[in-house]
């Protein structure tokens, strides 16, 4: 095949990779800047003995994350929008939170002063 020939092709082929790296990219940045997991423990949210404290832009997606081995739930107490994930002891419940302000959180069968976390949603 002669250089004159192979040109096109070539040309065809960089603009296919150049489409998927784009499209790569904006799937990975989507992800990265608008979803935060955020850990249900046996007992605690985020992580035993830290800061309980969740602090994310508004618009971002906060995924809880089951990892122990009881069954908890996800219920704000206080805060702009009230919601209650349902009982679950795996899996993960995902919210979009839209409002800015406060919420307190806590796990309706071991009550607020045994798993609680604040989740700050800011501009
Ligand atoms: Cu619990």
């Known amino acids: 095949m002669t250089m004159r020939k ?7 082929l ?3 990779v150049a489409v998927t790296s784009t499209v790569a990219t904006a799937r990975t940045s989507t992800a990265k800047s608008t979803t935060r997991t955020v850990k249900v423990g046996d007992d605690y949210f985020v992580g035993d003995g830290k800061a309980r404290t969740v602090t994310v832009k ?10 122990g081995n009881s069954a908890h739930d996800v219920t704000v107490r ?3 929008v009230k919601f209650r994930s349902p009982v679950k002891s795996s899996g993960t419940y995902s919210r979009k939170m839209t409002r800015i302000g406060t919420y307190r959180i806590y796990c309706s069968i ?5 798993q609680s976390m604040t989740l700050k949603v800011v501009r």
Do not use: D, E, Q
């Open 110 to 114: 071991h009550g607020a002063a045994a």
């Open 6 to 12: 192979l040109a096109p092709i070539l040309l065809i």
């Open 78 to 80: 206080k805060g702009p």
């Open 58 to 67: 508004r618009n971002t997606r906060v995924r809880w994350k089951w990892a």
């Open 14 to 16: 960089a603009a296919s």
